[in-house]
């Protein structure tokens, strides 16, 4: 009796569930399926314009916020862009990008009168990320499996046929046999465990097999893919990229053969349990997961390369398409895997072909094994420590690094611009110390921001541009990672890849960046502790292509296309919420702060500015349209007075240092004034610096204000001491184009990249006061000029000659492993 309840018990909670799923299949939207939160009006913040702003925090693995909905009362908001909203509002809003479980609402009510006073009740409805209309479908194709053989069950088989039709209650004796039958399936039978462990043993060995080889076949996939495209490895030995991907296979086959080993282990217990067969087809997941994996990497570099169009440029119902076929394709692949293994056929494969793959996988294994045991080096890389005690971090200030990209001092109203660009810096000035005369020292963002916080040259870490990463003990080298390891809580907020620490490969430096944690690359971190720095970074980027993906597909977090965010002009709010998201860190800062923020709004050759004052009335049909580029410095200047009144309200402004930076001059150039401003608590410093500065000056001027020792490793000098010389040399390198282009106008990867002896490097700069000297690196001709708008040159008699900075050059490449001896072929164009 007690089993037969059970039964009809466990019938109910299955039909339930069928009928939930169908549910969720039909209606997804209905309202029980969503989350109601009120917000509280004292919670709102005013934003730009029309708009207001709302602090979402919630949980991404219960509820999907790209399905949200926003009441006023009764009345359901338009979902807009974010300049509709600040600019037009009317029931309008625009969610932010989630990070750490957090989102903005900007919002505007329906006649533009403010929330927090005028007595509306605004609701926000969370879908649930569990249920979507394919995810229904899902749900059933796993369910509906019972659903079949039960009525094969009852309808096929004569007797059971018969039952039904006798008594109404038959279907009940029916449903007590079906469940009677799969309770078979589980009985054990001592008898034959020994034969089913020796014929299960056949299974295993292909398991392996498969395994390995899906393993090595998708990390060589992924590693040709990265060879023949501008990337870390362009420059190096032929040798050394196959290391990486033995090496980098190795570590993907010891995963996967972990997850093997357990599923054996699961196995050898249902044998033991109810001899069943069923668990060797959960064996297949595992080199399926690993194909899959590799095919959906693939489609999406083909149709991107091809069409222009992929998952990062998936939205709306294109994301749900690619989600589906996220799970077709695996669904194909396990059934290909199980022909494969001669778990469908009768025979996939002759047993001597099993037997070859097997010692073949068995031989790159152990190949990989060996080199992985002669590379093995704990003591390779470890995180750099300043060598003096620490005082306790709480008495440390905050520190903002706040930069736009392509700054030219010379339309900044700041540094005498006619036009009043910068109100805000200007008056920020008055209380800082400005550098007047400050250049970068590359001509790249990457190769820019990367030596500003390690203070060495792209010649010393040789890196330039953004597909170049730090090695060895440059990885842990960096103002950044001091700074860390000094008390303070360290954040990135830039752009991924082109600024990006993690995609530089710099280590112990930042807790968070790019919406990113540390934590998401412990997989390099494991390797890298073993001395393989190459294919610690080569795994991390592997685990970062596949996991922003997927994620993306099943609108966990969206994939940023970082190509479009520095080719196209920046959406307004996407400052904007760089901006709102670092300055929720100083609600409850706890420890010391450091910032680096990087906006894109000034990045050119079109620009998307906030304020339209210059540019007011015009249409931007031309790159490089200087009133648009003016209107995009006030909408910098603008959040830098954003910035400077959040911290003067909650009181943190004098107990934080906040340096204005860039990385570049607009045109790339290296050989034109940059701004460089660094405020200090109660504007301590305050005044105008002179002679030549560059951005690698700047991790050592806060430490010296910090009372921190700078390591012998930083070549810039603090701009505290007052004791600059007036004709320093000032150097800077470019790096030459990735690519170039066939007759077809396809893109293919430059040679010279791989060419001695400069390699990547395209061009080295040196500045002397008002004085430039660019020597190019692969022809080997210096020319000269003068720097414009240059403020206190020096006399020209007292400027070095030529020989003098050709040798100077020659000096620095040679100190940083170059060789010269081509040098002496150079020569000079006249001014």
């Not at 509280?40 to 916020?65: C, E, M, V, W």
């Not at 398991?207 to 990337?231: C, D, G, K, Q, R």
């Not at 749900?320 to 194909?332: A, K, P, S």
């Not at 003068?786 to 020989?803: A, H, N, Q, R, W």
Request: charged share 20%.
């Amino acid at each position: 009796m007690m089993k037969s309840i059970i039964h009809r018990f466990l019938a109910f909670i299955y039909i339930f569930m069928v009928a939930i799923c169908i549910l969720f299949t039909l209606k997804p939207g209905a309202s029980i399926f969503y989350y109601k939160k009120t917000i509280d009006n004292q919670d709102l913040k005013p934003d730009f314009g029309f708009a207001y702003r709302y602090h979402l925090i919630t949980s991404l693995h219960i509820f999907r916020t790209q399905g949200m909905l926003l009441y006023e009362d009764e009345d359901q908001l338009t979902r807009a862009d974010g300049k509709t909203v600040i600019e037009t509002g009317k029931s309008t809003y625009t969610l932010s990008n989630v990070s750490d479980g957090s989102a903005y609402i900007y919002f505007s009510s329906s006649d533009n009168s403010d929330p927090i006073t005028n007595g509306r009740k605004y609701t926000i409805y969370l879908p649930m990320s569990f249920i979507s209309s394919p995810l229904g479908v899902i749900y059933l194709f796993i369910l509906l499996p019972g659903l079949i053989c039960f009525l094969y069950f009852a309808l096929i088989i004569p007797e059971h046929r018969k039952t039904l039709v006798r008594s109404p209650v038959g279907i009940l004796t029916v449903l007590d046999d079906f469940f009677e039958l799969i309770s078979q399936w589980f009985r054990p039978d001592t008898d034959s465990v020994k034969q089913m462990i020796k014929a299960r043993v056949v299974s295993w060995r292909q398991l392996f097999t498969f395994t390995t080889l899906a393993s090595f076949f998708y990390v060589f996939m992924e590693w040709l893919f990265l060879i023949t495209m501008p990337s870390f490895m362009s420059i190096m030995s032929i040798w050394d990229k196959v290391e990486i991907f033995l090496l980098s296979s190795l570590f993907i086959s010891i995963l996967s053969m972990a997850a093997v080993a357990v599923f054996i282990g699961f196995d050898l217990i249902m044998i033991g349990l109810c001899h069943s067969r069923i668990t060797i087809y959960l064996g297949v997941v595992i080199p399926t997961v690993i194909l899959l994996i590799l095919a959906l990497l693939m489609i999406d570099n083909f149709t991107y390369t091809v069409f222009k169009f992929g998952i990062s440029t998936s939205t709306g119902i294109l994301r749900e398409f690619y989600r589906l076929f996220f799970v077709f394709l695996f669904i194909f692949i396990y059934i290909q895997m199980l022909k494969a293994m001669g778990l469908k056929a009768e025979k996939a494969s002759k047993e001597n072909t099993s037997k070859h793959l097997f010692y073949f996988s068995l031989g790159i294994l152990v190949i990989s094994t060996g080199l992985a045991l002669t590379k093995l080096d704990y003591k390779k890389t470890t995180p750099i420590k300043t060598t003096t005690e620490s005082t306790q971090a709480t008495e440390y200030p905050n520190i903002i690094f706040l930069g736009s990209d392509g700054l030219s001092a010379e339309n900044l109203s700041v540094y005498g611009y006619s036009r009043d660009t910068t109100p805000r810096l200007r008056e920020l000035a008055l209380s800082s110390l400005i550098a007047e005369n400050a250049f970068p020292n590359s001509s790249k963002s990457a190769g820019s921001v990367v030596s500003m916080m390690t203070s060495k040259l792209p010649s010393t870490t040789r890196v330039g541009s953004s597909f170049e990463i730090l090695k060895g003990i440059d990885a842990f080298q960096h103002l950044p990672g001091i700074l860390k390891y000094e008390g303070y809580k360290t954040v990135e907020f830039g752009v991924r890849y082109y600024v990006d620490a993690y995609s530089f490969n710099m280590q112990n430096g930042y807790d968070w960046v790019n919406n990113r944690s540390e934590v998401e690359g412990k997989l390099g971190t494991m390797v890298r502790k073993l001395g393989y720095d190459n294919s610690a970074y080569f795994l991390d980027s592997l685990i970062e292509r596949i996991s922003d993906r997927i994620l993306h597909i099943f609108f966990f977090r969206k994939m940023q296309n970082s190509f479009a965010l520095v080719t196209k002009p920046a959406d307004n709010l996407s400052d904007q919420e760089k901006i709102d998201q670092m300055l929720s860190l100083f609600d409850n800062p706890g420890k010391p702060l450091f910032v680096h923020m990087h906006l894109m709004g000034t990045h050119g050759a079109e620009f998307s500015p906030l304020l339209r004052v210059f540019s007011n009335g015009e249409q931007q049909d031309q790159p490089w349209m200087i009133d648009f580029y003016d209107d995009a410095i006030l909408s910098f200047d603008h959040y830098v007075g954003e910035v400077i009144d959040y911290l003067q309200a909650n009181g943190q402004f004098d107990n934080t240092i906040l340096i204005i930076y860039t990385d570049h001059d607009p045109g790339w150039s290296v050989a034109a004034r940059i701004p460089l401003i660094i405020r200090f608590p109660e504007g301590q410093f305050a005044g105008t610096i002179n002679p030549n500065i560059k951005n690698m000056d700047i991790a050592p001027t806060l430490l010296d204000y910090l009372d921190l020792p700078k390591p012998t490793w930083m070549s810039g000098e603090s701009l505290l001491q007052n004791n600059l010389d007036s004709h320093r040399l000032i150097f800077s390198l470019g790096t030459i184009e990735p690519h170039k282009y066939n007759s077809a106008g396809k893109p293919y990867l430059d040679p010279e990249l791989k060419n001695p002896p400069f390699y990547q490097f395209g061009f080295i700069n040196v500045i002397e006061c008002q004085k430039w000297y660019l020597l190019n690196l692969k022809t080997l001709k210096l020319s000269s000029g003068d720097i414009p708008e240059y403020k206190t040159p020096c006399t020209p008699e007292s400027l070095y000659g030529v020989d003098d900075i050709l040798k100077a050059i020659s000096n620095q490449l040679s100190a940083d492993g170059f060789d010269i001896s081509s040098l002496y072929k150079t020569q000079i164009d006249e001014p």
